[in-house]
């Protein structure tokens, strides 16, 4: 089973629109979450990270519930320039790495 | 003024040949990483090392291995290169004992073995 499993998409929705992704870690010992952006032909870079209490960034509001060992993002408003890949990384107790989940590719449409 | 930067960005080379990819990071982190993005855009992780330990994930073939000649540099070398090394190579780097760190990536090396 893999750590990290992610819906891949792709999602297209047009610009305005509210989206929302979905993930689920098969540790239940991990502690840290993320989601990270990337770009076509680009690498990685953190979106934000994932408080128990739930966090949000502008149009951006993360949710992690530990019961289910799901975490979500929610994208409202979206815009052309969301248009990416979006990945779900938690971090394994204890270790140094970082495990990402395959993406969820999303296509913001005018 | 790069924070993580990896060399050559794209290589591409014949089967049965031995390559290096180098990466450097001057965000004083002390821990770094190398992952592997293969052709469905999954990002697994190869192996990751600080001045104290190398982490390596079993299913990296004994083929591919890491060279740290300091604490900002983690190079990355392959020897016997094969068709199904073909991927982009990812290098990053983190301040690793924050359990929030995050992670910067390199611009990634597009590897193509032919």
Known sequence: ?110 | DTAVSQTPKYLVTQMGNDKSIKCEQNLGHDTMYWYKQDSKKFLKIMFSYNNKELIINETVPNRFSPKSPDKAHLNLHINSLELGDSAVYFCASSQAVLSRAEAFFGQGTRLTVV
């Open chain 1, 1 to 110: 089973r893999k750590e990290v499993e992610q819906d891949p998409g792709p999602f297209n929705v047009p610009e305005g629109a509210t989206v929302a992704f979905n993930c689920t870690y098969s540790n239940s010992a991990s502690q840290s979450f993320f989601w990270y952006r990337q770009d076509c032909r680009k690498e990685p870079k953190l979106l934000m990270s994932v408080y128990s209490s739930g966090n949000e960034d502008g149009r951006f509001t993360a949710q992690l519930n530990r019961a289910s060992q799901y975490i979500s993002l929610l994208i409202r408003d979206s815009k052309l320039s969301d248009s990416a890949t979006y990945l779900c990384v938690v971090k394994a107790p204890g270790a140094n790495n970082l495990f990402f989940g395959t993406g969820t590719r999303l296509t913001v449409i005018p």
